[in-house]
């Protein structure tokens, strides 16, 4: 039996599959400090799990309009709007099952056979195989620490051809945390004109920044708000990471799409779940504030003890919650590669991380600040540790 060829260039993903290990590794008993988790460390705020439960006990639970129910769609918008400051119709706005079918909807409405996605690198790990499934060639443009680790406008100027379908831009970014200022977009805006291209912009980030950072998404570019599909969900914000509600917002052409593929894929998401999002959205970001403040001291304490790390240069995230590390001076003859270096500190030293690799940037490690202080501090002097010896 064969499997279609789509799938022949799609890879398991390295994330899933690394925590899956340190799952298994504990349920083996052994001490595993898991740094390459990618969700918050708190509960569903209270408030959200009972009108979640209270949806299930007044029967909510039946299929809804594919693209969401009237309640959850209003709540989109105005949460949007106190985000983005942009105001969308609620035929403009749709919710899928999580941020990751969203992307997946974004990218297969808008690419297919003979089209080019421009993903700059470090990009979100499942990018360049949602790119394969739906038909099109990723086209990385690769990023440097001279460059902040963003897209440059000569980058991008060098990506483009009459084939560039759309251009992939993840702010603050998984895995760097780097985060793009409305100048930085603005000086991509004019590289990219009046080319039709459409922008599909990853903000699940979009609420948890650092120091003076502000949020920006290309959408707020009066000219790009039509071509301009927004990604986002409430997975990391509100902690709902297995509740499974993203959404989108676009134009009404573009979001009309993407309820036709949905319509045919999974139909509406979880009823009871679009509920609770709801009730997250209403409440606004300010639900999980004193969550977001315990980050700011998390970031500067594992920023800290990483930079101590000979051969280690920690990236100062400016958004999300992770800990890009440049290992590459501290490669040795036994762990020449990122992948090798995660897969023996998880063995070895009992410390899980995400190799670069899975990031589309080998000689880095992605750590996650979304742990307590004790968790950092031990995880960081294994891998100290670790380093030394090796
Ligand atoms: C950049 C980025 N986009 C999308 C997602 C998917 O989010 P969700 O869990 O809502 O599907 C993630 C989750 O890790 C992410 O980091």
Redesign the pocket.
């Known amino acids: 039996m064969r499997f279609a060829k789509r799938l022949d260039k799609v890879l398991p993903s390295v994330t899933l599959g690394l925590n899956a290990r340190t799952l298994e590794l504990r349920q083996q008993g052994k001490d595993i400090v898991a740094l390459g988790v990618?969700e918050p460390d708190i509960h569903t705020p209270d408030v959200v799990s009972e009108a979640g439960i209270q949806a299930i006990k007044n029967h909510r639970a039946r299929y809804t309009a594919t693209a969401g129910t009237p309640e959850l769609r209003h709540a989109i918008c105005d949460y949007i709007k106190q985000v983005y400051g942009i105001t969308y119709e609620t035929n403009c706005v749709m919710a899928s099952s999580?941020?990751?079918?969203v992307?997946f909807n974004s990218i297969v409405a808008t690419s297919g056979e003979g089209d080019e996605v421009i993903i700059p690198t470090p990009y979100?790990t499942s990018y360049p195989d949602m790119v394969h499934l739906a038909g099109a060639t990723p086209v990385l443009a690769e990023t440097t620490l001279e460059d902040g680790l963003k897209l440059s406008p000569q980058k991008l100027h060098d990506a483009l051809t009459p084939r560039t379908s759309a251009l992939l831009l993840?702010s603050p970014s998984?895995p760097s945390g780097v985060t793009y200022t409305r100048r930085e977009l603005e000086a991509l805006a004019e590289v990219i004109g009046d080319r039709e291209l459409w922008i599909l912009s990853?903000d699940?980030?979009c609420t948890l920044l650092f120091g003076d950072q502000e949020f920006a998404s290309l959408a707020q570019i009066p000219q790009f708000k039509d071509r301009t599909i927004i990604i986002n969900?409430v997975?990391k914000t509100f902690s709902m990471?297995g509740w499974?509600i993203?959404f989108a917002a676009g134009s009404r052409e573009a979001i009309a799409a993407m309820t036709r593929l949905q319509d045919h894929s999974t139909s509406c998401p979880n009823a009871i779940a679009q509920v609770a999002a709801a009730e997250a959205l209403r409440q606004g970001p300010s639900l999980t504030a004193e969550w977001q403040a315990t980050l700011i001291d998390r970031r500067a304490l594992m920023l800290r003890l990483a930079n101590e790390i000979p051969g280690i240069t920690a990236v100062p995230p400016t958004g999300a919650f992770y800990l890009f590390l440049d290992v590459s001076k501290g490669l040795t003859e036994k762990y020449p590669t990122t992948m090798l270096l995660a897969e023996a500190l998880l063995m070895e030293a009992g410390v899980g991380v995400i190799p670069g690799e899975a990031f589309g940037a080998p000689g880095f490690l992605r750590l996650s600040f979304a742990v307590d202080n004790a968790t950092i501090t031990e995880g960081l002097r294994r891998i100290a540790t670790f380093m030394d010896k090796n």
């Not at 999580?98 to 079918?101: I, P």
């Open positions: 990618g999580g941020a990751k079918q992307l979100w993840n998984n990853d699940i980030y969900g997975s990471t499974r993203g």
